[in-house]
């Protein structure tokens, strides 16, 4: 199987817990999105969109939090191999993403 299969599958997955939870953010998603996630309640929403075509994923997260963020991609579910986007806004309100 490989990598983009494999993270396709882990999303197909998620779509069936979507139907299962529901989004708590109290913000509005900036777009339309095909797919959606409360990852823990209260705390962080994910949305995302699969462009098979250009094989690329867009997403936006909801985090409740006054420190950092990180988001994983992995392939085979564990941190190996994964790839990971760590963001935070410093204190003069900038937002940084790497």
């Known amino acids: 199987m490989t990598q983009l299969s494999t993270i396709l599958y882990l999303i197909t ?10 989004i708590s953010s109290p913000l509005q ?3 339309a999105y095909q797919h ?6 209260d705390v962080a929403d994910l949305w995302w969109t699969i ?7 867009t ?17 085979a579910g564990g941190m190996i191999g ?3 986007g760590v963001g935070w806004v ?9």
């Open 82 to 84: 994964a790839d990971i």
């Open 51 to 57: 462009d098979s075509a250009k094989r690329e994923i």
């Open 13 to 22: 997955l998620s779509i069936v817990i979507d139907h299962v939870r529901s």
């Open 59 to 75: 997403f936006e997260l909801h985090i409740k939090t006054i420190g950092w963020i990180a988001l994983g991609i992995s392939p």
């Open 90 to 98: 410093d204190q003069m309100g900038h937002l940084y993403f790497q």
């Open 29 to 31: 998603p900036f777009i």
């Open 36 to 41: 959606s996630v409360e990852l823990e309640k």
